[in-house]
């Protein structure tokens, strides 16, 4: 077998590895470390815990001989730096102990339906994931407000945070019931009328503790906070309140709109204003109530979806429970980080220096071994299946930059600091991206890349360079095209690598998603 080009990279003089702290030893041995049923360790050493991960993700490679080459690959890189998310080190090759886990961190529920019956079926689903070791994001903006009338039960109901108590007490049961505590985030748009009760909701002793709480804030809202505007709090109108002469009625353009949304010919969808309130004062709030009680965060929703490489077919609203990966409906994301501080050779010295070649074979290797998750992935739903394999995403970081830098003798927030981080991320999505068109030759692109898309009028307001290049409404283009081409991650990509965009342009790439 010709195995691929590679360089082989010796070990350089390097910093000395710190001995496993008891700390450490002790974080291992609850949360990572196989066990059999009774409590008894499989793993011996945290060398057994690498060894059993990396031959599990070396098992789908195609052959005997590739399986044992990327077995080695994929040992170097744990060994190097290479830290793959929990999950994945807890549950990949346990399967002999526990068949029904995932190696997959981060999900996102499917779209909460306004009515009992979808919500009790995502409470449902969400508990299956949790089950399963998944932390799982939901937006609840998509439930009418408090005091809205059900027409079905002839009452009124007692809106999203009473239901976000159900999600609450269902991960506190599925968390007590496994050996990891259940994660949870709960997004919320800015402009819906429970807004301020759902940033004052963790006030209340011990309510929502299973959750992270996120805001979701868009450009109007910041301009309306800028120029001290008054903010219209909505919700797509019900039947009744169109008939209601003193309903105030306002068209919006909404993601998710409910069942009974009705529109206008411009798609925007008819909503009723439940009041008004000054923006700077909802501002005012959200921040008090972050630096008093550290809820909710926020998100800037509108520059997500601007810089998602997939802008053209996912309409994100929510993210996992620690808020750093966006996903669409039944969207899932693996993680990985590099551990920066393995690379610092001469530490702390005036020969310090970082060793560039080393830490970009570690993220080669590494990504093709996070690829190989998503084969082994164990996600218990379809829908979640289905969606990680047409897209493949994974999320590649790095860990032990304010370390790394004092190794360096680096100031941190210095000049120098921030040219060698924007460095380090530079090079880690270069790289990843260079083996993503490796593995799309290799393997084939992730299934969206070769998919054929219509070009609706929305494409073209949000990519008008589109229009531009004589693309029109009704045109028939393929996935790698608007992944490569009009994403605003890989245009930025582009100014550096021309070459290595066109590429990935004309074979598409294995994962629509590498950093993270």
């Not at 531009?468 to 283009?477: E, L, P, T, W, Y």
Request: with cysteine; hydrophobic share 35%.
């Amino acid at each position: 077998m010709t195995q691929p080009k590679m360089r082989v990279i010796e070990k350089a003089v390097e910093a000395k590895d710190i001995p496993l702290q008891p700390a450490s030893e002790d974080i291992w041995d609850k949360k990572y470390r196989l066990k059999d049923q009774f409590g008894r360790p499989i793993d011996k050493t945290l060398s057994d815990t690498f060894k059993r991960v990396a031959r599990a993700l070396a098992e789908v490679e195609e052959d005997d001989e590739k399986r044992q080459y990327w077995y080695e690959r994929f040992l170097w890189a744990l060994e190097n730096g290479a830290i793959p998310a929990g999950r994945i080190i807890s549950n990949a090759g346990a399967w002999d102990y526990k068949p029904a886990t995932s190696t997959i961190n981060c999900t996102v529920s499917g779209t909460i339906p306004d009515s009992m019956d979808g919500i009790l079926r995502m409470v449902h689903e969400a508990g299956l994931t949790l089950k399963a070791g998944c932390g799982i994001g939901y937006e609840f903006s998509t439930l009418r407000p408090k005091g809205a009338y059900v027409s079905g039960a002839g009452a009124y109901t007692s809106g999203p945070l009473s239901f976000m108590d159900i999600f609450d007490a269902m991960c506190f049961t599925i968390s007590s019931a496994g050996g990891r505590r259940g994660a949870q985030m709960a997004t919320f748009d800015v402009s819906h009328p429970d807004v301020m009760d759902f940033i004052r909701a963790k006030r209340e002793h011990g309510r929502l503790r299973q959750f992270n709480l996120s805001v979701l804030i868009t450009k109007d809202f910041i301009e309306a906070v800028k120029n001290d505007e008054d903010w219209e709090l909505v919700f797509p109108a019900l039947p009744a309140d169109l008939e209601d002469e003193s309903a105030e009625i306002v068209w919006r353009h909404r993601p998710n709109p409910p069942d009974y949304a009705t529109f206008d010919e411009e798609g925007r969808i008819a909503c009723r204003v439940y009041r008004r309130i000054k923006a700077r004062r909802l501002w005012d709030v959200i921040m008090s109530s972050t630096y008093d009680y550290a809820e909710p965060g926020f998100i800037l929703i509108d520059e997500v979806n601007r810089m998602n490489n997939n802008w053209w077919c996912e309409e994100i609203r929510a993210t996992n429970p620690c808020g750093e990966q966006p996903l669409p409906p039944y969207g899932a994301c693996l993680l990985g980080s590099v551990n920066l501080t393995k690379f610092v050779l001469d530490p702390f010295t005036e020969n310090a220096r970082f060793d560039w070649d080393r830490f970009r074979e570690v993220v080669r290797v590494f990504t093709r071994m996070l690829d190989n998750v998503v084969e082994i992935n164990g996600l218990p739903l379809e829908k979640q299946r289905e969606e990680i394999f047409r897209k493949r995403r994974h999320g590649m970081g790095f860990l032990g930059l304010g370390s790394a830098l004092a190794m360096l003798r680096i100031p941190y927030g210095s000049p120098e600091s921030i040219r060698f981080t924007e460095q380090v991320a530079f090079e880690m999505a270069k790289t990843g991206y260079e083996v993503g068109l490796e593995l799309a030759k290799e393997k084939g692109p992730a299934p969206i890349m070769e998919e054929e898309f219509e070009v609706t009028p929305e494409m073209i307001r949000k990519r008008p360079e589109m229009y531009k290049d004589g693309i029109k409404v009704g045109d028939k283009v393929k996935g790698k095209v608007l992944w490569a081409r009009y994403s605003r991650y890989m245009q930025r990509l582009a100014e550096k690598c021309p070459d290595l965009v066109k590429e990935l342009e004309k074979y598409g790439c294995r994962f629509t998603h590498h950093t993270s």
